[in-house]
Each structure stands twice: as structure tokens, then as C-alpha cells.
């Protein structure tokens, strides 16, 4: 150390005022390597702690950890690479694996599976424990203790007894030896050292030794032990504002604010679920009164109609008495309206008959008087003329009528008796020259007959050919063919296997001009039957008793042979030909190509001349002098397929339909020509069956009515006397045909009621007596309910007090009331499917162990709804409303608040660390260090604030229950943001944690103010530049954590750095250790061995970490080699 160095930094032993601790001892008992008791003794100053890798030096530092840091805090951060704040996990060391002595793991030579390789415990209980003993400047001395139980059966830390113990002075670890199988009783361990205390827990453990060794005087002590579990695990940092947010600046505020914000808004949410759930629950169960009211009121319909008793075949029933009880009152009602009317017809009886005497009498007197008048016996005469001669016109004019319909062909037009001779004579006329006309016309059609002959068979040889070529290949004539097939039947032979030789050969197409100089020359040929010669004598036997339809040709053929090779010509018939390929096609073309059957195919008859046979496309043929030419009248029959021969029979049969047509046209035209004459026939036949024309000539009657009448006008009219009898006369017979039909009428009514009188007594009698009898065995019971409801539905379907329809009203009642019953039987059932439906649903929805999709639960159903309406959700709504404007109030504004706390408590925490660094040289200029501190403005993080005050001042009241919904639902949104969980899960941190949102710098100012150096990046420096620079601001903020940032030097001492300077060189390596001393640590450095040599000139104490091959771990202490001072030069600069 330097002499300007020596008078910065206090000089040890020293009372500035404070009493400070230091770590004196370390004492461990079967830890780790360490097996049995060790003990380490540290500097007041600096102690380094090395050896080569696996040693144990992370051993004895992950000791301290484990003494005093709580769980969560894991062991070793250079070897575990672990992260402060999350608990030890199987993956890392552990207190198990420590306590144990784990070395490995290797495979189980007994069982075969892997298994921990420990120094003990392997197969037996073991015990551990670790102590600290402090000593502060007046040699008090003060020592914090873990005592470890460790079973057999222990697997995880979780299965160790664990005792944490503070004590008030020194302790010997192996004292607590024989307490060990005890597992460190209480009782017995206090009772032996009364100043040892036993904690109950981490948080009374740790606040004893905060309060004893000063540990956040003022301050929070545990903040001060993660920041020391920080440093210890010496993370790398790549700039300034990562290791000040990190190292230094604690959790803010706001995530508290955010948690309690959350839990409350969960109660809220909770409660909006809940309000929903209820909603929706009475939504859903809101028709089930309703629909239960009405299956009950169908229910109780059809239990009403079926107690009726309509369906019941034999018996008695409800509704065979309301029968007989109604019926009995319409009889008794018939009968007495009976009566009644029986006495009217009686009296107009007796009026009838008085009235009927009176006008007799009068008749008689008229009739006297008429009768000495001669002129009314003339009229006499002419009315019975009269009448007499409309008898006659009545029996003309229906003769008339049928004769004009008999003779309407004729268009005859008769008004006198001249027209209807005439008439007659034209008819006999016609009638005399009629059978020869009638010959004529018959003769004409049987010649229209026969012309339709001829076309009509070559019509049916057509089909029947288009019927035979349809169900097989080739166009052989359909007469051989089927020959062809009763042979193969009869031989039991597969008729592929007797193939006609026009089936094995078609014509090219390029030479379909010559198919009839081919067909010709090939006739007899072509229509050949070719035979297995092994199976023609077979076939020959078979056929020979055998009447076959017609004649055909066949030969036997040697199915060996093979084709002659001789060239077929292009103009001779074989080569014109195609060859189907089958075992009889050699015999085939050898057959063809011979001389006298290979003709020479010649353009012109000129070609014909020469030697040999020759033929022209036309088909006529010529061998030397002898010739042939005409037609066969026979269809083509060679080709492969019938494709061509089908379309020329579709075609020939269009054309000979045509010519059908055209006959059949004229053979109807010949029949109506016959049927004319026929029906000429008979209409002149009606007219000579008339023998005088008065007998069809109704208006020459009439003629002869109106003379006479107007005759006995023209008398009338001349005798006053007779008219006014005459008239007189004709009103009394009137008059007296009047009463005599009222007098008929009256005695007909009164037999009539008579007769319904006795039907009545009759019937009722029956009704009366089957009434009594069901009345007598009181087995059936009519209530008044039941009358009335069958009354009212009576009545709809039929006349209330009608008797004569009271049977047929009473098929329409069953009718209707069974129908009635069925509807309400199936309003019901569909009732009661809604009811389960929304149950079924309900239970989907809101599953309830307790109730079944049964309508058997509605009862329950029904409780449920009603104790949601009774409490009165509009109500609830109202205090929900209430509650969310209390929240946003009560915990946003908080919230809101708590970002502005943040990054103000950042502010107020860098001036005391400000305060500290201020005193310190830093650099080799010895400049002073100052953090600094930048909010950045992000637009997402000013939107979220922004939403997050607007919602902060939200109130609800008087809002529709629409804006609270969307207001609430804005909420939830922004909420999600800060949820642990959820979309919050990506986003939380980075709008809570306002650590991300300022940035912190390191200013180095020289001695007159000015800036001469900014730091911002770390990574770019090298190690010892970069730790100075952290060991002077973590440094400052531990001073501060520990509550000393105004002493000069912290109560709390001990620094412990885990590999902390692993790329340090031997200038920044004096720095930071200088640094860290300025600030009055205590250093423990735990390096690697390639870096002793840089750190070792600045410790003051030196310890050797050393392991046996059995893995046993050992500490030897080394004379440490005195520091050099150095030569600055006044040109050196710090850190860039």
C-alpha cells in the first residue's frame, strides 16, 4: 500500500465512533471435503482463498452462504452458474450433496443403477455443522451457527433437521458432537451452553444477527444480505446500468402496488363472474316457471280427459253417464216440446176441416149455377182440348229432339211438312245406292293394307337382326348364327369355338369400296362353319338326328396347320382383308389365298378379260368366258364387328318407318271414310222411321193451343155472367185445395209426433233405467267439474239441445276429446323436453353433482332461480358498480402513484452512494465517481402509464350498464398486462420493473469538477478496469445497504468474492482490492490458482486449498509476499 493510499483509508484498531465486525473464523463439520471439524482463520484486511480447480474453494464460501443467506439464495454462483433469488434446485449444489460429501455419480455395482458417490453418509446417518465467529474492534466476539441432522433416508434438503443458532461469544463445533444422535435437542443443547440460542425461524434468526453485527442499521438488513449474495456470485455485467439496476437497485414498489391492485381486481373479477354466473344462470332457468306451469296445466288436461274413460270398451265410465244424464234431459225436453206441438197440429186440424166444409159448399153453389150455362160447356170442351193437345206437343218435342240428334250429319232443316218429304225421299235415295259405296271404300282400304305388308316384314327381319347382332361381336346372318348356337347347345361346345368364316375377316378401311365385290366373291365361303377337325366327327354325330331351322355349311379344320407364306396382293381379295387372330386364321388365309378363290379385283369390266378369276368393284365376276353378275338379296356378313351393320339397320329402319307412317295415314283416312258412310246410313234411317212430320213438330201444336185458347178467350169475353162464375169458382177450388193440404198437413204432423212420442217414451225409459242402475252401484261418480268441462266442449262440436244430432255430437266429442288429450300429452312432453334441455344445459354449463337433467328436479331448479331473483340482481349490480369506481380509487391511483415512488426512491438512493464515491480516488488521476441517472421516454411505456391514470380517475356512476361492461372490460385488459401469468407473463416486468426504465451511467469527475470520463459500457473494458469501476459502485451501494453510507466506515464488514477477479491484472486488481479496503470491507477472495499471483501481493493473509485423492479437502495457511508499491506516473489515466 501506498503512503498517500495508507492515509485514505483508516488505520486499523481504530475508533472512528462505530463498532465494527469482522469475520475471524470459519468452522466446519463434515462439509463438503471437509470430513470431521476444520477451522479457518481470516484477516481483518484481506484474506485470499486459492487452490487448483475442485479443490473446495466454492466449499468454504457456499458455507457462508449456507450460514447466512436464507433458501432461496443458491450456493456458488462461479461454480453453478446460478442466479440470486432462486432456491436450490437437485440440479445444484446442495446442502444434501454438501453434507454428504458427494464426489460423483457412478453405477451401483450391485444393483446396476446410478447412485451418488459420497464421502458419508452412504449407508448410514451423519451430522454437519457450519459457524461464523465474528469479532468486532473491541474483541467482542459473536458467532452464527447451522446444525445439520442428516437420516439415512434422506433424498432432498426437505428431509434434514436443520437448527440455526446464534451464539453470544466463541464455540467449539465438536462440542455439538454428542447431540448429534439427538438431532440437536433444544432442551439439552441450551441446557449445556446457556449462551447459544435456538431460532425458530429464518426471519428471527437472521433480524438477531442483523441487530448484534449491525447489519442495515437503519436500513433493511435483508436487502443488505442479497446484495452480498450478489457480489459473492460475481455475475458478469456488461454495462453500468446492468449492474446498478441489477446489483444494487432492489425490486420497486410498483410490483407490490401492481400485486395488491391484482388481488383486489381478482376479488372485483371474482365477483363480476360471479354476478355473471347468475345472470346467466337466470337467463337460462328464466322460462322453467312458464314451461312447468304449462306441463303442469297439460298434465293435469290429460289426467282429466283420461278419467273420462272414452277408450273404455265395455263398462261403465264418467262419460257413459254424462252421456245418459245428458241424452235423459234432450228427451225429456223432446218429449215435452212433443206434446206441445201434437196440440198445435190438433187445432190446425180442426181449422183446416171448418174451412174446408165452408168452401165445398160454396163450390157446390157455383158449380149449379155454372151448369145451366151451354156456353161454359163449349169452354169445357176447349180446355180438355187443350190439354189433351199440350200432352201432345210435350211428347212432339222430345221426338224432335232425338231425331235432330240422330240427323245433325245430315243438316237438315225441317219447318214445314214440304221439307220433311223431301227429307224422306233423299234418304231412301241414298239408302238404295249405300251397300256399294260402302263395298268401294272396303275395297280401297284392304289395298291400302296390303301395300303395308311388304315393309312391315323387312321391318321385323330388321329388329330381329338388330336383336341378334346387339348380344354378339361379327354381323353373320342371324338365321345362321342361331343354327350356329343350337348346334354348339346340342355338342356341348363353346360357340367362340365354331366360328363362321366371315367373323375371322373384315375389310380394310382403306378398302371398304370393294366390300361388295368381297361379299360376292366370298358368299358361300364366308357363311362357312369351321369345326376342330378332332371334334367334327363329334359334331356330326350329335347334329344328324337333330331338325335344325335351316341349312348350313361347316368344315373340319386342322387347328395345327400353319399359314403358306405367299404374299397377299393389295389387289387381290386377301389383300384387302384383315385377319382376326384365332386358332382357326392359317387355314384361313391359306383358304383365301388359293387361286381359284384369291380373285384379281379389276377397275373396269374391260379388267374382267384375261385368265383366272376376276371381279369388279361392283361385283360382277368372270373366270376366263364364264360370268356372273346381280344381287343375292342377302345381307353382308363380313366384318369383325356389327358396328357398321347396326347404324345401316337403324338407318334402313327410319326409312321404313316413314313409309309406315304415310300408310297408316291413308288406311285412317279410308276408315273414316267407311265410318262416314255408316253413320250416313243410320241418320237416313231415322228419317224414314218418322211416318208423319206432326209427330216431330212440336211448334205446329203450339199453333193449335193458341187457337183454341184464344177461342175461349173470345167467349169469355162475350158473357160477363159466365166469367164472374168462372172466376169465382176457379179462387174457391183455390181456396179448397189450400185446406185441404193444411188439413192433410195437420193430420200428417199429428201421426208423425204420435209416432216420435212413442220413440221417445221408449228411449227415455232406457236412459232413465240405465241411469238408475249405475246410480244403484255407485261405481261411477260424475263430478261437477267433469259435467261442466264436457257441457262447455259438447257444445263446440255440436247442438246444445239438438236430440236428432246428439249421437253424431257425441262421436265428435270423443273424437275431439281424445285428440285433446293427445295434444296435451305432447305439450307436455314437449314441455317437458325444454325443461330437461335447459337442465341439460345448465349442468353443462354449471355442473351440480346434486342435480340431475331430470324435470323430476325441477323443484330444485326452480329454488335455485328464485334465490338469484330474491337477492335481487339489479341490486348487486349496483354494488359491484360501486365497487369498481372504490377500486380504481383505492388501488390504481396507488398503483399510478407507486411508478413516480419508484424512480424518486432511485433518485433519493444514488445521493448517499454519490456521497460515498465522492470520497474515494478513482482512477489514477484520483477522480471522483458519480452514478447518474436518465429516465427514458418509450411511447409504449407512456401509453401504458397514460391508461394506467386515466383508468386511475375512472368513475362508473351514472354510466349504462353497457359503458360499466366496456369499462370493466378496458380493465381487464389492462390488467393482463401485469399478470404473472397469462399475456401479463411477457409484459409484466417490463412495464413494473421501472428499473428498465432509466438508464445509469458513471461520471468521472476531475478535482476541479469537470468531466472527464463517461462510463456506460463495461464489457469493452478489460478486467481489472471493469471491476475497479464495480468495485467502487457496488462498494458505495453496499455502504448504503448496510445502513453506513454517513460512517466512515460500514459495521459490517465481511466481503466474500467467489472468483471475483478472474480477469483482473495486477494493476486493477491493486485498485479494486484498494477500492473495496477504502470502503472498510473485510475481503475473502476466492480465485482460481492461475490467478494467485496477480492477487496474492494484496492480501494479507493467504490460504491454500488443497484435496487428497480420496477427494478429502484441506486449508493451509502461506506467508503472503509483501506488496510492492508502484511508481505512478502522472501520466496515467483510469478507465476509459
Known amino acids: 500500500m501506498t503512503v498517500h493510499q495508507d492515509s485514505m483509508f483508516y488505520i486499523p484498531g481504530a475508533d472512528p465512533g462505530i463498532t465494527q465486525w469482522k469475520v475471524e473464523t470459519l468452522q466446519l463439520v463434515n462439509w463438503g471435503g471437509f470430513s470431521g471439524h476444520a477451522s479457518v482463520s481470516f484477516s481483518p484486511t484481506s484474506t485470499l482463498l486459492s487452490g487448483a480447480s475442485g479443490t473446495g474453494k466454492s466449499t468454504l464460501l457456499d458455507a457462508y452462504i449456507a450460514v447466512m443467506m436464507d433458501s432461496s439464495v443458491p450456493f456458488n454462483g462461479a461454480s453453478n452458474d446460478a442466479t440470486v433469488g432462486r432456491a436450490r434446485s437437485a440440479d445444484q449444489r446442495s446442502l444434501l450433496s454438501y453434507l454428504r460429501g458427494k464426489q460423483d455419480i457412478g453405477r451401483d455395482s450391485a444393483t446396476g443403477e446410478l447412485a451418488d458417490q459420497v464421502l458419508r453418509g452412504q449407508n448410514s446417518a451423519t451430522w454437519g455443522a457450519i459457524a461464523l465467529t465474528f469479532i468486532d474492534d473491541r474483541q467482542r466476539r459473536y458467532t452464527v451457527a447451522r446444525l445439520y441432522y442428516v437420516p439415512r433416508s434422506a433424498v432432498r434438503d426437505s428431509d434434514l433437521v436443520r437448527k440455526m443458532c446464534t451464539i453470544d461469544g466463541a464455540i467449539d463445533l465438536r462440542a455439538l458432537e454428542r447431540f448429534a ?273 311388304e315393309p312391315l316384314g323387312l321391318k321385323g327381319e330388321l329388329l330381329e337382326e338388330q336383336r341378334s347382332l346387339s348380344g354378339r361381336a361379327g354381323r353373320m346372318d342371324p ?54 377337325a378332332n371334334q367334327l366327327d363329334h359334331v356330326s354325330k350329335i347334329i344328324d338326328p337333330l331338325r335344325l331351322r335351316g341349312r348350313i355349311s361347316f368344315e373340319g379344320v386342322d387347328l395345327t396347320a400353319t399359314a403358306r407364306p405367299r404374299t397377299r396382293q393389295p389387289d387381290r381379295i386377301s389383300g384387302k382383308l384383315e385377319y382376326k387372330d384365332s386358332p382357326f386364321t392359317a387355314w384361313v388365309q391359306n383358304r383365301l389365298t388359293a387361286d381359284n378363290t384369291d380373285a384379281l379385283c379389276v377397275e373396269s369390266p374391260e379388267g374382267l378379260r384375261g385368265p383366272g378369276l376376276r371381279v369388279t368393284a361392283s361385283g360382277q365376276t368372270r373366270s376366263g368366258t364364264s360370268g356372273a353378275h346381280g344381287e343375292r338379296g342377302a345381307p353382308d356378313v363380313i366384318g369383325f364387328t356389327n358396328t357398321e351393320r347396326l347404324a345401316e339397320i337403324a338407318e334402313d329402319l327410319e326409312k321404313i318407318e316413314k313409309i309406315l307412317t304415310r300408310h297408316d295415314q291413308k288406311l285412317a283416312d279410308a276408315d273414316r271414310k267407311i265410318d262416314a258412310l255408316a253413320e250416313d246410313r243410320m241418320a237416313h234411317r231415322h228419317v224414314l222411321a218418322v211416318a208423319r212430320f206432326r209427330d216431330i213438330d212440336p211448334d205446329g201444336i203450339d199453333n193449335d193451343i193458341r187457337s183454341k185458347q184464344q177461342l175461349r178467350e173470345d167467349i169469355l169475353k162475350a158473357d160477363d155472367t159466365l166469367r164472374k162464375l168462372r172466376t169465382d169458382l176457379e179462387g174457391v177450388e183455390q181456396e179448397l185445395g189450400e185446406a185441404d193440404k193444411a188439413y192433410y198437413r195437420a193430420d200428417t204432423r199429428m201421426a208423425e209426433l204420435d209416432d216420435a212420442w212413442s220413440e221417445l217414451v221408449e228411449r227415455k225409459d232406457a236412459v232413465s233405467g240405465a241411469i238408475d242402475r249405475i246410480n244403484a252401484r255407485q261405481a261411477v261418480t260424475l263430478t261437477n267439474e267433469q259435467k261442466s268441462y264436457l257441457n262447455t266442449e259438447f257444445a263446440e262440436v255440436a247442438t246444445a239441445d239438438d236430440l236428432n244430432g246428439f249421437t253424431i255430437g257425441v262421436k265428435r266429442l270423443e273424437k275431439r276429446l281424445a285428440t ?111 452514478i447518474e441517472l436518465r429516465v427514458l421516454n418509450r411511447d409504449d411505456i407512456t401509453t401504458f402509464k397514460r391508461e394506467l391514470n386515466a383508468l386511475a380517475r375512472l368513475n362508473v356512476d351514472g354510466m349504462t350498464d353497457r359503458h360499466v361492461q366496456a369499462a370493466f372490460a378496458r380493465l381487464q385488459e389492462f390488467m393482463k398486462q401485469i399478470r404473472p401469468e397469462g399475456r401479463g407473463k411477457n409484459t409484466r416486468d417490463y412495464f413494473l420493473d421501472v428499473r428498465k426504465h432509466i438508464n445509469v451511467t458513471a461520471v468521472a469527475y476531475d478535482a476541479e469538477g469537470r468531466e472527464r470520463a463517461t462510463f456506460d459500457r463495461i464489457g469493452g473494458k478489460s478486467g481489472g478496469e471493469a471491476q475497479e469501476l464495480v468495485a467502487f459502485i457496488v462498494g458505495a451501494a453496499l455502504r448504503f445497504q448496510l445502513g453506513d453510507d454517513e460512517n466512515v466506515r460500514p459495521r459490517y464488514a465481511p466481503v466474500f468474492l467467489d472468483e471475483g477477479f478472474v480477469k483482473a491484472d495486477s494493476e486493477f486488481t491493486g485498485r479494486s482490492v484498494d477500492a473495496w479496503k477504502g470502503l472498510g470491507f473485510q475481503l475473502i477472495i476466492g480465485a482460481p490458482f492461475d490467478k494467485f499471483t496477480s492477487l496474492e501481493p494484496h492480501a494479507d493473509r493467504v490460504l491454500l486449498m488443497v484435496k487428497s485423492p480420496k477427494g478429502y479437502s484441506s486449508v493451509n495457511a502461506i506467508e503472503p509476499v509483501p506488496q510492492i508499491p508502484a511508481r505512478q506516473n502522472s501520466d496515467d489515466e483510469g478507465p476509459a
Open 181 to 453: 444422535a439427538d438431532k440437536f435437542d433444544r432442551r439439552s443443547v441450551t441446557a449445556a451452553l446457556p449462551n447459544l440460542t435456538m431460532h425458530d425461524s429464518y426471519s428471527a434468526f437472521s433480524q438477531a444477527f442483523f441487530t448484534r453485527l449491525g447489519i442495515g442499521v437503519g436500513g433493511d438488513g435483508a436487502r443488505a444480505l442479497r446484495l452480498l449474495a450478489r457480489i459473492q456470485a460475481g455475475h458478469q455485467v456488461t454495462s453500468v446500468n446492468d449492474l446498478y439496476t441489477a446489483m444494487v437497485l432492489e425490486l420497486p414498489g410498483t410490483y407490490a402496488a401492481a400485486d395488491a391492485a391484482l388481488e383486489h381486481f381478482g376479488d372485483l373479477e371474482d365477483a363480476h363472474t360471479a354476478m355473471a354466473t347468475e345472470e346467466a344462470k337466470a337467463r337460462a332457468l328464466e322460462p322453467i316457471p312458464e314451461l312447468n306451469d304449462t306441463r303442469e296445466a297439460e298434465l293435469a288436461q290429460a289426467r282429466l280427459i283420461d278419467g273420462f274413460g272414452i277408450h273404455l270398451m265395455s263398462g261403465d265410465s264418467p262419460f257413459g253417464l254424462w252421456k245418459l244424464t245428458y241424452e235423459e234431459q234432450l228427451l225429456e225436453t223432446a218429449e215435452t216440446t212433443n206434446r206441445i206441438q201434437h196440440g198445435e197440429a190438433r187445432t190446425d186440424k180442426a181449422v183446416a176441416q171448418n174451412r174446408r166444409i165452408e168452401l165445398t159448399g160454396r163450390k157446390t153453389h157455383l158449380e149449379a149455377d155454372l151448369g145451366g150455362n151451354e156456353a161454359n160447356a163449349t169452354i169445357i170442351g176447349l180446355e180438355r182440348a187443350v190439354e189433351q193437345l199440350g200432352q201432345d206437343r210435350a211428347a212432339a218435342q222430345s221426338r224432335r229432339e232425338t231425331f235432330d240428334a240422330n240427323t245433325r250429319r245430315l243438316h237438315l232443316e225441317l219447318s214445314e211438312e214440304s221439307d220433311f218429304a223431301d227429307a224422306q225421299t233423299a234418304a231412301r235415295a241414298f239408302l238404295e245406292g249405300c251397300d256399294d259405296a260402302a263395298k268401294v271404300a272396303r275395297d280401297e282400304r284392304d289395298a291400302i293394307r296390303d301395300e303395308a305388308r
Open 479 to 532: 338365321k345362321l348364327h342361331a343354327i350356329r348356337m343350337q348346334i354348339a347347345e346340342e355338342a356341348d361346345i363353346e360357340a367362340e369355338l365354331l366360328p363362321f368364316v366371315g367373323e375371322l375377316i373384315d375389310i380394310k378401311a382403306d378398302h371398304r369400296g370393294w366390300r361388295k365385290a368381297i361379299e360376292t366373291t366370298l358368299f358361300g365361303l364366308a357363311r362357312v362353319m369351321l369345326v376342330d
Open 820 to 930: 285433446s288429450a293427445e295434444e296435451a300429452r305432447a305439450k307436455a312432453q314437449r314441455a317437458t323436453q325444454s325443461l330437461e334441455t335447459i337442465f341439460r344445459h345448465y349442468q353443462q354449463t354449471w355442473n351440480d353433482p346434486n342435480l340431475s337433467d331430470s324435470v323430476d328436479d325441477y323443484p330444485s331448479y326452480r329454488k335455485i332461480l328464485d334465490g338469484i331473483l330474491t337477492t335481487g340482481l339489479h341490486k348487486r349490480r349496483e354494488e359491484w358498480t360501486r365497487r369498481l369506481t372504490d377500486w380504481s380509487g383505492q388501488d390504481l391511483v396507488p398503483l399510478a402513484g407507486a411508478f413516480g415512488n419508484a424512480i424518486d426512491e432511485i433518485i433519493d438512493r444514488l445521493t448517499p452512494i454519490n456521497n460515498i464515491l465522492a470520497g474515494l480516488p478513482f482512477g489514477a488521476r484520483r477522480d471522483r465517481l458519480k
